[in-house]
């Protein structure tokens, strides 16, 4: 039998509900683990044992009497530090917020709560959700399991590490411009950037609102559909968040392509996609071909434009988003006698603030300054629409669109921090879906040099069911999912 900690969420839940095993015993073994390996690969900020102990006794008891339980009974979940969780400390890996506690649950933690997942801590992060590697947390780097002179991706980072490393069965992160995407296609995880408005953002920690998703990390596609049935869902308390039924797609996972029309957009293929990279994802795309769908290249010429673009949006959102930490109402304060207002909000923000986030509240309050906002925020909205409508387009042709999630495999830590502007571009093939507010899943589809490399598959809006049906026909007939990091 795999080790306890090994086992799906799905495993976990059946194997308590048959009384095979207890939710303490699970939680132990996580706890086990993590004391093994996080040493190794830091994908943790705050660790939350005892509650986590005691959440699970409550659960066996429940078992004991014969009570009903949760979907998600018993199973570990590891908590991005973005995401407000009642009484645990949630601090976006910033100074600025590195004591502070919420004192409320956001969304997403209340349902999983209520189908009785227990939480094993918090994980660490690029500061403020702003990176691709977790490498710009003010609290030092995660390692990428698969090699820890790797990045791991980001800037869920140590969500997908903690769940590749044994560390936790399930995980949440968070998706602005591939946030969930990136580290999962470099740690070899399922992650899922849902439609946009699909899942509540209420309790979560604003980087850039009318881009970002709260979305699964998992190790393979039913335990990705089975966490995301769950946090879907209209939330009034969330004005983005949109009034569709409750889904179970677990149900729709059916190991079938036939005839599924796939569109291979060129531009996902072009110079600065690593030649490897390329020809993995081809051979994805082949597989899937030889599964019964059918394929065609195609193209969206207004791609190009797509970085440049999120970036401006992104910034100015980030700019005006984090105007609220003044050092004042909550978060770092300047401990000094005699400051004045403006001097306290000032010295406050410079220490509490990593580099990468300053530099991206100046970028951001320069594109929305008065006689630049025209010239660049506008644009950049414009831009938006444009892409938007080339997708509109192809899926009027096509079910799926398929290309690399990363253009490279993981590169080495420290290899690109210093210079953001090649860090900026890592997010080339991620950013557009989040422009376009589309639905789209990272999955395993080869290794290179024994790094992982991801495919990415795109939807229409708001129509998870068939990419997640091409994730899962893909994995029944793969086995790259099977492959697990030796830390
Ligand atoms: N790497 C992108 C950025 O830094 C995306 C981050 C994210 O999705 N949170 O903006």
Sequence with gaps: MSKLHELTAKQ?????????????????????????????????????????????????????????LGRLAGVPIAVKDNICTKGIRTTCSSRMLENFVPPYNATVIETAKKEDAIIIGKTNMDSYAMGSTTETSDFGPTYNPWNINYVPGGSSGGSVTAIMAGEATLALGSDTGGSVRCPASFCAAVGIK?????????????????????????????????????????????????????????????????????????????????KVVSQTVWDGV???????????????????????????????EASSNLARYDGIRYGYRIDEEGLNWSETFSKSRRIGFGSEVKRRIILGTFALSAGYYDRYYLKALKVRTIIKREFEEAFKKYDVLIGPTMPTPPFKIGEKIEDPLSLYLCDILTVPINLAGLPAISIPCGFTDDLPIGMQIIGKHLDKSIILRVAYTFERNTDFHKQKPNL
Excluded: W
């Design 12 to 68: 976990i839940v059946e194997k308590i509900r048959d009384k095979e095993i207890t939710a303490e015993e699970c939680v132990s073994s996580i706890f086990e683990r993590i004391s093994e390996v996080e040493d190794k690969v830091h994908a943790f900020i705050t660790l939350v044992e005892n509650e986590a102990l005691k959440k699970a006794r409550q659960i066996d008891e429940k078992v004991l009497k014969g009570e009903s």
């Design 194 to 274: 849902p439609t946009f408005g699909l899942v509540s953002r209420y309790g979560l920690i604003a980087y850039a609102n009318s881009l970002e998703q709260i979305g699964p990390i998992t190790r393979d596609v039913y335990d990705c559909a089975l966490l995301l049935s769950i946090i879907a869902g209209h939330d009034p308390r969330d004005s983005t968040s949109i009034n569709v039924p409750k889904k179970n797609y677990t149900r729709l996972l059916v190991n079938n392509v036939t005839n599924l029309k796939i569109g291979v957009p060129k531009e996902f293929f072009e110079e600065g996609v690593n």
């Design 286 to 316: 082949k597989k899937l071909v030889e599964l019964g769908a059918l394929y065609e290249e195609t193209s969206l010429p207004s791609l190009e434009y797509a970085l440049p673009a999120y970036y401006l949006i992104a910034m100015s």
